[in-house]
Nanobody, 123 residues
């Protein structure tokens, strides 16, 4: 089992950058595929980006490709997402999630979730 805690969300202006962090408990962090999801008010939770346990494979939603970069530091049990060129449509609560097995864009297959961190992008 793993516990996750996101941090780094805040209010920013359009065009700004922001880095979110997700710290994980446990000694087997590198065995987990990690994902970042987001949920805007009135919308379903959607996949943003994911990374394999080793960090060798990364995955992005089309809406963030070229602007967001996911990375992980297994020595620190932490996964990051660097978000550049933020736009108002990026406003959402951002969640990190973990699962064993293959990466997936479906939130329903991730058993472990953090509490979320709010990112607000003003125009």
């Amino acid at each position: 089992q793993v516990q996750l805690a996101e941090s780094g969300g805040r209010l920013v202006q359009a065009g700004d950058s922001l880095r979110l962090s997700c710290a994980a408990s446990g000694r087997t962090f590198s065995s987990y595929v990690m994902g970042w999801f987001r949920q805007a008010p009135g919308k379903e939770r959607e996949f943003v980006t994911g990374i394999s346990g080793s960090g060798g494979s990364t995955y992005y939603a089309d809406s963030v490709k070229g602007r967001f970069t996911i990375s992980r530091d297994n020595a620190k049990n932490t996964v990051y997402v660097q978000m550049n060129s933020l736009q108002p449509e990026d406003t959402a609560v951002y969640y990190c999630a973990a699962r064993n097995g293959f990466a997936s864009t479906s939130p329903s297959v991730y058993p472990y979730w953090g509490q979320g961190t709010q990112v607000t992008v003003s125009s």
